[in-house]
């Protein structure tokens, strides 16, 4: 899913090609895009783009007389820049943004089909748009620690958590947690004031860095190829490869569609976190430190 990087770079790409141009239509080939009738889209036909906006990992599209579009790319969501009147993607397409000098199309790589577009009027109606979540670039101190400490949860479920947090998610939290050196699953409630100040000035330099990096590689061209799996991350998506800090290798906790990616000897001072699959299968056999893991490996079990 793209996440607060990602989104600002696709605002970075979009204020150079709609700002200050006409939107004229919206051509959709899956229905299920969008999810208003109120007000029609019709009614923003012909407005110029004032302001682009990110609310948590959604892009708002502002009109004058508070019109606004909501796009949520979910999960496999992205988005490309193209010709006008360029013709939509037969497989993966669900709908062309048309400006009158390009054609923004609306993709999504999944069978289920979960991005969503909202046309809303009004600053309240766009802010029901919001999950409420804290922005942390914006935030000082003492309320990323109130808001982190607000509910009793993992580190890292509180981190994506869109209405604890806003715009992070799966990848840049194991980013997070690596470079703030702290285990995903230890708990908001149990962290001292140094811990707290260290996983702040980590959220805060991780995202930035981010922001920063990717900008950069993709200055002058439009990102088409979004992903949350880069090669130069740390740990996220490089399950077995070495920390590049330590050495060690990176492990990971799969669950659902989803998995963590950590460091046990830089996050957890050596500890396996269960896999709960593996584990449960595993029971006793389970290792339960980096050195039993190896040790298994070298006898083959």
């Known amino acids: 899913m793209p996440e607060l990087p990602d989104i600002a770079l696709y605002l970075h790409a979009l204020s150079a090609r709609v700002s ?18 109120d007000p029609p889209v019709s009614a923003i036909e012909g407005r110029t783009v004032a302001t682009l906006e990110r609310l948590g990992k959604r892009i708002v599209f502002g009109f ?17 820049w193209k ?8 497989r993966l397409g669900l709908a062309s943004m048309d400006f009158d000098n390009g054609a923004l199309i609306v993709t999504e790589a999944a069978t289920r ?9 009004g600053r309240a109606a766009l802010a029901a748009h919001d999950p409420g979540g804290l922005e942390v670039l914006e935030s000082s101190l003492d309320r990323f620690a109130e808001r982190l400490r607000s509910q009793r949860r993992t580190l890292k479920r509180a981190l994506t958590d869109p209405r604890i947090f806003s715009g992070i998610g799966n990848a840049y939290s194991d980013e997070i947690l690596h470079a703030a050196r702290l285990s ?15 996983l702040y000035q980590a959220v805060r330099a991780t995202l930035n860095e981010w922001i920063e990096r990717l900008q950069l590689e993709g200055s002058g061209i439009f990102p088409e190829h979004v992903t949350a799996f880069r090669p130069d991350m740390a740990v996220h998506g490089r399950f077995g490869q070495p920390c590049p800090r330590c050495g060690a290798p990176v492990q990971r906790i799969a669950y659902a569609d989803n ?13 396996l976190l269960a896999d709960r699959s593996l584990s ?22």
């Not at 089909?113 to 009027?121: C, T």
Request: hydrophobic content about 35%; charged content about 25%; aromatic content about 6%.
């Open 20 to 37: 200050g141009h006409r939107f004229q239509r919206l051509r959709l080939v899956s229905p299920f895009l969008l999810r208003s009738v």
């Open 83 to 90: 010709p006008a009147g360029a013709k939509i993607p037969g």
């Open 113 to 121: 089909k979960r991005a969503s577009l909202y046309a809303v009027r």
């Open 280 to 301: 449960r299968l595993l029971r006793e056999d389970w290792p339960r430190t980096l050195e039993e893991l190896e040790q298994l490996k070298a006898t083959g079990e």
């Open 184 to 198: 995903p699953l230890q708990l908001t409630t149990n962290l001292d004031e140094g811990q707290v100040l260290t």
């Open 259 to 271: 998995e963590c990616n950590y460091c046990a000897a830089c996050q957890t001072g050596g500890k």
């Open 64 to 80: 004058d007389d508070d019109y606004f579009l909501v796009l949520h790319l979910m999960i496999s969501g992205r988005l490309r």
